[in-house]
């Protein structure tokens, strides 16, 4: 979806302590994933598949990093400019190779937040089955009537 929360990440000191603290507290599942050159990336599951927001945890590398969350946009650079007009800028493009495409930028505090370039495909389908719910609920509704 346009503009979604579609990912969060977590950086820790301790991610074996805090996977283990998110596990008990909330019911989250953290499987662990390595990224090379010795660093391991935490993904979270936070419920049911399709349900819920999924998110990453990893070894902090710099004692000012604080939790981020990405949005998901078709328009990657149209976002970025709409976010510099807004007063934000653009700290830094990335890619993670066959996944995702995206950029930080700083919200006018210097918050980081990240951009994440969805597919339109995703995002069809995501539509077709808000869509689809939506006519299964006014189907249920009009045979209640009768």
Same mark, same amino acid.
């Given at each position: 979806?346009?503009?979604? @929360?579609?990912?969060?990440?977590?950086?820790?000191?301790? =991610?074996?302590?805090?996977?283990?603290?998110?596990?008990? *507290?909330?019911?989250?599942?953290?499987?662990? $994933? =390595?990224?090379?050159?010795?660093q391991t990336?935490?993904?979270?599951?936070?419920? =049911?598949?399709?349900?819920? !927001?999924?998110?990453?945890?990893? /070894?902090?590398?710099? $004692?000012?990093?604080?939790?981020?969350?990405?949005?998901?946009? %078709?328009d !990657?650079?149209?976002?970025?400019?709409?976010?510099?007009? &807004?007063?934000?800028? +653009? +700290?830094?493009?990335?890619?993670? =190779?066959g996944m995702?495409?995206?950029? !930080? @930028?700083?919200?006018? %505090? /210097?918050?980081? !937040?990240?951009?994440?370039?969805?597919?339109?495909?995703? $995002?069809?389908? &995501?539509?077709?089955r808000?869509t689809?719910?939506?006519?299964?609920? /006014?189907?249920? *509704?009009? /045979?209640?009537?009768?």
């Amino acid at each position: 979806m346009q503009n979604s @929360l579609v990912h969060f990440e977590i950086p820790v000191n301790d =991610p074996e302590k805090m996977s283990k603290f998110y596990s008990e *507290a909330f019911g989250w599942n953290f499987q662990s $994933a =390595p990224m090379g050159e010795g660093q391991t990336y935490w993904m979270i599951s936070t419920g =049911p598949q399709g349900k819920s !927001l999924a998110g990453g945890m990893y /070894k902090k590398q710099g $004692a000012d990093e604080v939790v981020r969350f990405y949005v998901g946009d %078709e328009d !990657l650079e149209g976002t970025i400019a709409r976010v510099e007009r &807004a007063g934000g800028s +653009l +700290l830094q493009r990335f890619e993670v =190779p066959g996944m995702v495409t995206g950029a !930080l @930028l700083y919200d006018p %505090e /210097k918050n980081v !937040l990240g951009i994440v370039k969805t597919s339109s495909r995703r $995002a069809s389908r &995501a539509s077709r089955r808000s869509t689809s719910r939506k006519r299964a609920r /006014k189907s249920k *509704a009009s /045979k209640r009537k009768r």
